[in-house]
Nanobody, 124 residues
């Protein structure tokens, strides 16, 4: 059974940084793309970043380009999201997800396993 466990969320002031981690277990981590999504209260879940199975391809939402960096360590079965220059509008629950495929996908339908989410709150 696949399990994804996020960590690293918290409260940070605007302009600060956080690094989210997502530890995966249950199937061959290096065979699947990974993604990060977020959901703010009253809003749809939206893609934030994604990374292919090898790490050679990445995707970023326009709202986070230049501020967030997605990476993975296949030896540790872990994907990371480094978030710099955080803004109050980045406040949301952040979810990691494991894709159905090897390449980058930006829709929720392209992912079949999800973590429980970690809260990120950015104060102004």
């Amino acid at each position: 059974q696949v399990q994804l466990v996020e960590s690293g969320g918290g409260l940070v002031q605007a302009g600060g940084s956080l690094r989210l981690s997502c530890a995966a277990s249950g199937r061959t981590f290096s065979s699947y793309a990974m993604g990060w999504f977020r959901q703010a209260p009253g809003k749809e879940r939206e893609p934030v970043a994604a990374i292919s199975r090898s790490g050679g391809s990445t995707y970023y939402a326009d709202s986070v380009k230049g501020r967030f960096t997605v990476s993975r360590d296949n030896a540790k079965n872990t994907v990371y999201l480094l978030m710099n220059s955080l803004k109050p509008e980045d406040t949301a629950v952040y979810y990691c997800a494991q894709g159905r495929y090897t390449g980058v996908v930006v829709t929720t339908s392209g992912y079949d396993y999800w973590g429980q989410g970690t809260q990120v709150t950015v104060s102004s």
